[in-house]
């Protein structure tokens, strides 16, 4: 190991422009307030950016405009971002109606009528789109994300459970709530936040990597306030089996008559099922969905901020939670965690629902499902990869059979799921070439300019904990661990041409061809410094101000992240 | 109010909107597609789906006129002066937010650049609530949706933190409770709602419209998790005191903490009253929130928290995500979100500086000031405060002596006629009986905006005046019966009318829009 000398950028920047202050023949004083160009202020090479301490003086809006704009430029391309489900998007009629729109508050409903009933419209169609049944008088509410949608969607399950424990004249000490372990972190911080205990019920291959069913009934009891079921698993975009479960429920039900309700966490596959699979049974066709959520912003082909509930019936959304605001003679009900918000969300989700229609949303939803289906079929034919994600299997078939390959476009006739195509290097690959690893595919690809994470572990054992008080040793077994599964993923989404399709399968097996004929020793090299660059890129800068938490142990640590578990961006 | 959506009956939405309707028979417009211009194809003589999603698409022109036309019937934001929500921003941050719509907030990995910028506003604004800096300090922070999610994110540690300490102690942890003034805004009812903790109020009365030091901390008891100072109340604006709060814990000893909800109050006292002190200079202070989309002068859709240090924010509430090899700490309610805001909230921290932040704050407490002798002179009584004690508002009400016909709200509603929204209320419990009305005077709310609004007070006035007790009554029922937003009202599912439950069931206290 030869001696290295480390060398602070940071140090050394700072004593230079030090020394340029002292020259004292800024260019730049405080009369340029008012300059022709956005690059001679005191920015551009006197001082650097204000960004711990408030700056006594400003700078003109042009100036702060291409600070800003420049420094942006560091970000990645959502484009190219194959991580994420968000839409990335925008047609230039629905931007323009956003520019119009921003300063709406979607809390102020006495100043924008008209955006209310918007939003009571979208509210309309999503529920008949999944099957609500007007009499029922079903209800529901625009949010900020999903995550806020499941806490409310727990929220009223919890106070339904407790309401009826109460009438019962039982104790309400110790709710839980079931899920997968394959659930994303909004599900288990409901949980922690709003003290339910969750259990987590084991995932593994032959379950899909989703909800194990068969084994629902280890893990409910009548402390259960209601199962959260995933329409769309973010690791391998499988639909949970919310009509089995239904069904299980209902035998448990009228063996011991408790009864469970189903929350559906449609956050990526309510805008994808009506669509592309009308014939799987998930949403309020089934009596024990009471709830269900989605994210305008994955399949809703939304920007980023709004996500959806609606409640089967006001039934389902006890009293206690809904707030009462009068208003100049208006009065509103509310149940929602944030308050004043933007509301041009909102208004993009009618526009795509009336511009595009159930027609539109099947043909961008059908194309992205055949696109990923390509996709696969390409990386799996190569012998190099093996895909966990089925949607490009014929309907019932789970292992890849080489040279068979589906030729229909009806998606029905496939394995449910969503746009997402989730592999791994083949068994045969890994004996062949060992000394390739899945993750330095994924840093070279970075390279490339897209953004493919490796290192989504699929292990049944993740995230387990109990709170403190109400449990202190678990009452039933700990899963059995299935085993870590590192898997790439891409997410299809309706801006993935077809083009840039083909272009990433030929980078993804030029990368690999790399990897392949590299030296081990090269490869070990390849890796190392890449990943210490990262740590000290942006990234790792962007830690500093919450990072300092994480210094100090974190839970997720504590419960057992023994390998680095990585929860899938949304 | 993101309020909840009722779905309508097939029945009720077959139903014609006028009675009795009889078959239009005019040929309808064939083409699908259109030609002359977009009310010339037959989207235009339809109605706009409601209910159902469409099953064929419709040109995207179209669907932006439709909507568009559709969304003329909302109010004007520069004549609300109900709301502390920014209506203005430069054309220039304006193109830096609409450039970063399709980013994800959440996702730091891709988008590293607006991750970092979070944390320099996030250290800006520490700094000027003058969190510690010095070594070995670690206040963190960070940003929310808006003041609610802050404030709900705080009750959550001030909770989560009293139990580990009374579970360390082997104490009971079945019943926290939070101490705070009646004049709470609807977030903290519910936050208290939601995680199960009971709220001990401070009620206001007459005279007095913030928490009253003595009595706040003597409903301070063991199980209580924090108490809650508001700088710059909703309804009359003024900064309840910290200072004696604080000072009262520390002379008797209390061990208890002190969330300041600076909702409005965060980014206006630091510059136009640096003296007073309400923030992290108070030892008993340990955390705060403020809203960027008020006086932070930012589009709605931001808000800030910041805790004195890590020790107030127990990890078992912050989730690690890793991305990368680095470790990033997340606390927050919402997941993904635009990153657009926290975007244009840089943009004016460094375009406006302290500066410019202390001359926009001060020409709107002069706008204030002179608004509010201007209305003292029209004979109404003032209840804000002036000269930059409390936030830039006026908050206002009809002297009882004058004995006038016509209540706040016949004066509010005229307004109304003439554009202005100026929304009058009823007070805080146990002084509940008492109306106000109450003008946020914004950063575009300026000088000569304000002598129009003056001049309309005067006319409507006037007009109210004129009227005699038996027009005003017949004024009033046609009001309540015909105008007050039945148009909106018919969304309000029934289910939950009448709640009994909040301070609003209970006493009657109606919620200042915020």
Known sequence: MSLSRHISADDLIRKHLERHKNHKFSATGSRSMHVASPYINRYAAWEPIPKYKLPAKGVDSKSAYQII???????????????????????????????ENVTKNLADSDEYPALMDIHARCISMLASMWHASPTDKPIGSATTGSSEAIHLGGLAMKRRWQEKRMAEGKDTLRPNIIMGANAQVALEKFARYFEVEARLVPVSEESNH???????????????IGVYVILGSTYTGHYEPVAEISWILDKYEARTGISIPIHVDGASGAFVAPFCHPNTGWDFRLDRVHSINTSGHKYGLVSAGLGWIIWRSEEFLPKHLVFELKYLGGVEQSFTLNFSRPGNQVIQQYYNFIHLGHEGYRRIQCNSLANARVLSNVLESTGYFTCVSEIHRKKGVHKHTFGKIEESDNPETYNPGLPVVAWRLSDDFKKKYPHVKQASLSTMLRVKGYIIPSKF??????????????????????????????????????????????????????????????????????????????EQAPVARAATSLGELSHRGSPSKEGGHKHGHYKGVC | MVHLAQIPTDEAISRPLVEGLEKLEIAPAQDNWFTTSVYGSKFASSALPKHEMPEEEMPKEIAYRMIKDDLSLDGNPMLNLASFVTTYMEKEVEDLMTESLSKNFIDYEEYPQSADIQNRCVSMIGRLFNAPTEAGAAAVGT?????????????????????NQRRAAGKDVSSPNIVMSSAVQVCWEKAARYFEVEEKYVYCTKDRYVIDPEETVKLV????????????????????????????LIKNNIDTVIHIDAASGGFVAPFVVPNLEWDFRLEKVVSINTS???????????????????????????????????????????????????????????????????????NLTRTADYLSDSLHQLGFVIMSQKGGAGLPLVAFRLDQSANKYYDEFALAHQLRERGWIVPAYTMAPHAADLKMLRVVVREDFSKSRCDQLLADIKLCLQVLDDMDREQIKTREQYVKQHISNSHKARHGPHHYKNEKHSLQGKTGKTHAVC
């Open chain 1, 210 to 224: 989703c909800i194990d069913a068969s084994k629902l009934l280890d893990y409910v009891d009548e402390n259960t």
């Open chain 2, 221 to 248: 008891d063991e199980n209580t998790i924090g108490i809650c100072v508001i700088l710059g109340t909703t309804y009359t604006g003024e900064y309840e005191d910290a200072k004696a709060v604080n000072d009262l």
């Open chain 1, 69 to 99: 704009h420049d420094d942006l430029d560091l970000d990645g391309v959502p484009n190219l971002n194959l991580a994420s489900f968000v839409s990335t998007f925008v047609e230039d009629e629905c931007m323009q109606l956003i520019t």
């Open chain 2, 143 to 163: 940003s929310t949706i808006g003041s609610s999610e802050a404030i709900m994110l705080a009750v959550l540690a001030m909770k989560k933190r009293w139990q």
């Open chain 2, 292 to 362: 960027g989309h008020k006086y932070g002068l930012v589009y709605p859709g931001v808000g800030w928290v910041v805790w004195r240090s890590p020790e107030y924010l127990p990890q078992e509430l912050v989730f690690n995500i890793n991305y990368l090899g680095a470790d990033q700490s997340s606390f927050t309610l919402n997941f993904s979100k635009g990153a657009a805001q926290v975007i244009g909230q840089y943009y004016q921290l460094i375009r406006l500086g302290k500066h410019g932040y202390r001359v926009i704050m001060s």
């Open chain 1, 457 to 534: 572990f699929l292990s049944a054992n993740l995230f387990m904990f109990y709170d403190a008080e109400k449990l202190t040793t678990p009452d039933y077994p700990l899963p059995p661990n299935e085993g870590d599964v590192e898997i790439l993923r891409v997410v299809v989404r309706e801006s993935m041409s077809c083009d840039l399709l083909e272009q990433l399968c030929e980078d993804i097996i030029t990368v690999t061809e790399t990897l392949i004929n590299s030296d081990p020793v090269d490869m070990a090299a390849l890796a190392h410094p890449l990943q210490r660059i990262q």
